[in-house]
């Protein structure tokens, strides 16, 4: 019964750093684990996030000198004089109640004003390449020039979706029923879990180079054409919405060269 106990309390710890975005890798992927393929547990989480997204909104007082509060407090109990035998337990019932109250409040204004975007977006400059972490643990190296848009949670949506523009390399951890998707442009990449490059070109075609995985590279809209590429193909996007694919020998090392 500990036993459960403790790991019960580690899941929910775990879950509560997360909406806060405060996972380590290795502890992203011990949650993911945990939440498997279990509808009831991913229902958890996802109303956990919509509880908090929701709490960012309320409008807190404002708060004066805590110390002459707690002092207010303690003379207020102080002056009354109930019976003896119930003095005891009304005094530390009152000051547990607003310790309480305070925890919460300062919890809700500090991780409100730390977390409180939907979604990050990170541009580089001329000189410049970035590493990112994504939210499933995913990594994605972006080239100088480039930007990326996500959404701070992956784990209760069926589609972990991007925005990209520019170049950059990805390597896409894959997840069971939970695709993602690049939108680039008029082009929509889509993977289970992957090692690519993606490029766009001086003609406004976009090139998807595949290192390992499978990758499908597509126009985006409903009835869009689709060109499935494995290991080692190179996929184009032309401007005119046609797809090319041809087959390398080698993955072009120089393209890992350029993000490092």
Known sequence: MYMEQTADNRMWSL????ISNELNLRETDELLSWLGNVPARTELLKELRETWDKSRDFQLPRFGDPQIAWNNLRNSIERREPPARHLLYRK??????????????ICVLFLGLRYGRHSYSIDTAGNENVEIILPDGSFTW?????SLKYKRSFFDVQQRE?????????????????????HAGKAVINT???????????????KVLV??????????GKDRQQQLLNALDEGTLYQDGSIGKMHLDNFPDEKLKKRQ
């Open 211 to 220: 290192k390992s995985g499978t990758v499908v590279l597509g126009l985006d």
């Open 15 to 18: 879950m509560v750093r997360y």
């Open 92 to 105: 530390y019932k009152i000051i547990t109640i607003a310790a309480v109250s305070l925890i919460v409040v």
């Open 192 to 206: 289970k879990g992957a090692r690519f490059y993606v490029e766009h070109g001086p003609a406004n075609e976009l």
């Open 162 to 182: 991007i925005l990209l523009r520019g170049d950059a390399y990805f390597e896409i951890k894959g997840y069971a029923r939970r695709d993602f998707n690049i």
């Open 142 to 146: 972006l080239s100088e020039n480039a």
